[in-house]
């Protein structure tokens, strides 16, 4: 992460170049990119829109979040996400509908 990173919802760009040079560190195992966004999420029950927090990766194994491993193979597809049914109610009953609607949720 770039150094002026203050907060994860606003992060500075840092170079790809400066991701490669830290591969030289002995320490550093590897470096991918994580992308992260503020997109406008809209509430599936009662339609009510709110700022979301997005992370994505490029490469399975990049986050180590809990009930994120089993969902690996599925989320290398299009137009996929796996969204936390720990999130604020706000965002909706998303795991109840998931549920509901046959996708899987944790």
Do not use: C
């Not at 590897?30 to 994505?56: E, F, H, K």
């Not at 706000?90 to 046959?102: I, Y």
């Amino acid at each position: 992460m770039h150094p002026l990173t203050t907060a994860s919802f606003r992060p500075e760009r840092l170079p790809r170049v400066r991701a490669q040079q830290a591969l030289a560190l002995p320490e550093v195992d590897r470096a991918v990119p994580v992308y992260l966004a503020l997109p406008t999420w809209r509430n599936p029950v009662d339609g009510s829109r709110r700022m979301i927090q997005l992370i994505g990766g490029s490469a399975a194994g990049v986050m180590d979040f809990p009930g994120l491993a089993p969902l690996a193979d599925a989320l290398k597809r299009a137009d996929t996400a796996a969204f936390d049914g720990l999130s604020r109610p706000e965002f909706g009953s998303v795991a109840r509908l998931l549920a509901e609607q046959g996708g899987r949720s944790r």
